[in-house]
């Protein structure tokens, strides 16, 4: 049953002992019990605070009241007193926002001690709450930078967080429910995701894209139609995951005046600022006006809300949604909405982009959800010729394929993204270099490659178990560590790598070659017939990786101004089992493997043809409705 804000905090009331100091207040979507005695509140098993939760049926979190918090002085100086120097503290971080303290340690069981004795005794002492974590084997200056501008914000980022869950908390509107998804964006094509989740009392916009490609008329999402604005009636957006094409030009929001909440997973939230910081960075060394600043980006990183997979979060009055793993890269997840109540109640699941299969980083994607009713799921590989070989059988013919081109003293470069692929083909590499059946050499990483690895390795809990203990054990153990990978760093170094006559490898972005490193790499190196372009992810329509993909044997590139026309007289190898994306059959094993299967699938992320041939592939095999709309229609779902 709905409740207001007044009636939520009237049943707590009730809850809590008379002599126990405590004021509620709302996080997003999350009840906080502000409170100067947060004892009260633990306890193991069947606390007050679980009691409190089940009551409401939200999600409570205690916070130590603002009066019992120590400074950062005494902070730092009770965490060296407190947490034995086995633990090896490495950084000590304050969100203030959350009351909270993180410790990135080397050995987080000695930091937390015997039964949490120790993390219980410091956050006694200073009052903070105590997040102990594992310090990552490369650290990511991205999330530093995030981590410093939240805490210098903390304040206004308290304020925020009241005012999305007062708008939450609203009275409910009269009249009967519905649902709509309207589509702008990625229907019927690939790039500029963004899907509108229109009810009677709400809207909810999922992702929000670029396009990759060289029409400047449509790389952005379909901003101005009518059913999105004005942006002051959008109550959330929901991002799946850190690819520019979801995330491109989510920024655009705020600099046209978007306020609301930006809710993520942790690992999503520290991607998509890399990646939308190098977005500007990219379409100025072309010469283009970027679609934003960094203070858009900035002013985007203040309202993101930090959710992990499995947790069920109130994003709405009417919705709410819980984030589950995709299997397509670091943090990506699929987005199940529970939308109204009772007999009104519809259940939408946005499959994201998907993996239905065990990775080298990833576990496959999560199908176990509810019940689904409407299925919005992407349609990369849903052709009926779209069939890849599995990984294992990808990494054999890439593992063939180095030891070919070595042989022949030739290079290797591979456009790849710099999230995802770059780290499942450097961990192929690393196996077979390991396996001494072919004498290394130098894999050089041109763009973000290392920070987006950096990025992974201060994430491992989103890493498929074998990699996450490989990570932790860290040393020779973590692939990301090897010796051979190393960073170009300097236009100097990438200009001489261009003239080394020596054989070698380079993995540099961007993935469709619309840009970026990989550019410069194949004006030099492609019209040699001793090197090697490999693929190793999908190419969109009208990108420069298309076309070559098509075989052209000569294409125009862009440089300083002037087109030249570079003659293809390299090897191109396409290796397809490396994409993060499902084939036709694994994603027909994902619909079928939802249980009971959803009365309605709705295609999208595909090309036009794919989109329609998946579409009637899906309706002759679970026998119920589909369709692949055409980017601003909208589906009446309930």
């Known amino acids: 049953m709905r409740l207001t804000l007044s009636e939520l905090k009237k049943k707590i009331s009730k809850m809590i002992p008379d002599d126990v100091d405590y004021e509620v207040d709302v996080e997003a979507g999350s009840i906080a019990i502000v409170t100067k005695q947060p004892a009260a509140f633990g306890g193991s098993g069947n606390n007050l605070t679980v009691r409190i939760a089940k009551t409401i049926k939200r999600r409570v979190v205690i916070r130590p009241h603002s009066e019992i918090l120590a400074d950062e002085k005494a902070v730092h100086d009770a965490v060296a007193q407190m947490i034995p120097a086995e633990a090896e503290v490495r950084k000590i971080w304050l969100d203030p926002a959350l009351s909270q303290v993180i410790l990135e340690c080397d050995d987080p069981s000695s930091a937390v001690g015997p039964k949490g004795s120790n993390v219980r005794a410091l956050r006694d002492q200073i009052g903070w709450l105590v997040d102990v974590v594992r310090a990552p084997a490369?650290?990511?200056?991205?999330?530093?930078?995030?981590?410093?501008?939240?805490?210098?914000?903390?304040?206004?980022?308290?304020?925020?967080?009241?005012?999305?869950?007062?708008?939450?908390?609203?009275?409910?509107?009269?009249?009967?429910?519905?649902?709509?998804?309207?589509?702008?964006?990625?229907?019927?094509?690939?790039?500029?995701?963004?899907?509108?989740?229109?009810?009677?009392?709400?809207?909810?916009?999922?992702?929000?894209?670029?396009?990759?490609?060289?029409?400047?008329?449509?790389?952005?999402?379909?901003?101005?139609?009518?059913?999105?604005?004005?942006?002051?009636?959008?109550?959330?957006?929901?991002?799946?995951?850190?690819?520019?094409?979801?995330?491109?030009?989510?920024?655009?929001?705020?600099?046209?005046?978007?306020?609301?909440?930006?809710?993520?997973t942790p690992p999503t939230r520290d991607l998509m600022t890399l990646l939308q910081i190098d977005y500007i960075k990219v379409a100025q060394a072309e010469g283009n006006e970027a679609p934003y600043s960094k203070a858009d980006i900035q002013e985007c990183i203040k309202h993101v809300i930090d959710v992990n997979w499995g947790d069920k979060t109130d994003i709405a009055p009417d919705i709410k949604m819980t984030m589950e793993n995709a299997g397509h890269i670091l943090g990506s997840s699929s987005v199940y909405m529970q939308i109204g109540e009772g007999k009104g109640e519809h259940k939408l699941l946005f499959s994201g982009d998907i993996k239905y299969e065990k990775s080298w980083l990833f576990d496959a994607a999560t199908v176990r959800f509810p019940k689904v009713e409407t299925l919005v799921i992407e349609?990369?590989?849903?052709?009926?010729?779209?069939?890849?070989?599995?990984?294992?059988?990808?990494?054999?013919?890439?593992?063939?394929?180095?030891?070919?081109?070595?042989?022949?003293?030739?290079?290797?470069?591979?456009?790849v993204f710099a999230v995802g692929r770059s780290q499942e083909v450097m961990i192929a590499i690393d196996q077979l270099f390991k396996s001494g059946k072919v004498k290394p050499v130098t894999v050089w990483l041109d763009g973000m490659i290392s920070e987006a690895t950096a990025i992974h390795s201060s994430h491992p809990n989103f890493l498929n178990r074998d990699l996450r203990r490989q990570m932790l054990k860290g040393g020779a153990e973590n692939p990301f560590n090897s010796s051979w990978f190393k960073q170009v760093d300097s236009r100097e170094r990438r200009d001489s790598l261009l003239l080394d006559p020596n054989p070698s490898i380079v993995l540099a972005t961007s993935g469709m070659m619309t840009g970026g490193p990989i550019v410069e790499y194949f004006k030099h190196w492609a019209p040699e017939p001793g090197n090697t372009l490999c693929f190793v992810g999908y190419q969109a329509s009208g990108t420069l990786g298309r076309r070559l993909q098509q075989g052209h044997a000569q294409v125009p590139i862009m440089d300083r101004g002037q087109t030249l026309m570079i003659d293809i007289r390299c090897n191109m190898i396409t290796i397809d089992g490396f994409s993060g994306h499902s084939d036709r059959n694994q994603l027909f094993d994902y619909v079928d493997a939802l249980n009971p299967t959803p009365r309605k699938i709705i295609c999208h992320h595909g090309d036009p043809q794919t989109c329609n041939a998946f579409r009637q592939g899906l309706r002759e095999k679970f026998r119920v409705q589909t369709y692949a709309p055409a980017n601003l229609e909208t589906l009446r779902l309930s």
């Open 138 to 264: 490369i650290g990511s200056r991205t999330q530093h930078d995030i981590r410093r501008y939240r805490k210098e914000l903390a304040d206004e980022r308290k304020s925020l967080l009241r005012k999305f869950g007062t708008r939450i908390y609203r009275t409910q509107r009269l009249g009967e429910p519905w649902v709509r998804v309207t589509a702008l964006g990625s229907y019927r094509e690939v790039g500029r995701s963004m899907h509108l989740v229109t009810t009677n009392e709400s809207k909810v916009l999922v992702d929000c894209g670029a396009k990759p490609t060289t029409n400047r008329s449509e790389v952005e999402p379909f901003f101005a139609a009518p059913e999105l604005l004005p942006l002051e009636n959008l109550d959330a957006v929901v991002i799946t995951h850190a690819h520019i094409d979801h995330i491109g030009m989510l920024p655009v929001l705020f600099k046209y005046g978007y306020t609301g909440p930006v809710y993520c």
């Open 379 to 415: 349609s990369t590989y849903g052709g009926p010729q779209d069939v890849q070989p599995t990984r294992q059988q990808a990494t054999h013919e890439l593992h063939d394929l180095i030891r070919d081109a070595l042989g022949r003293g030739g290079k290797i470069f591979c456009p």
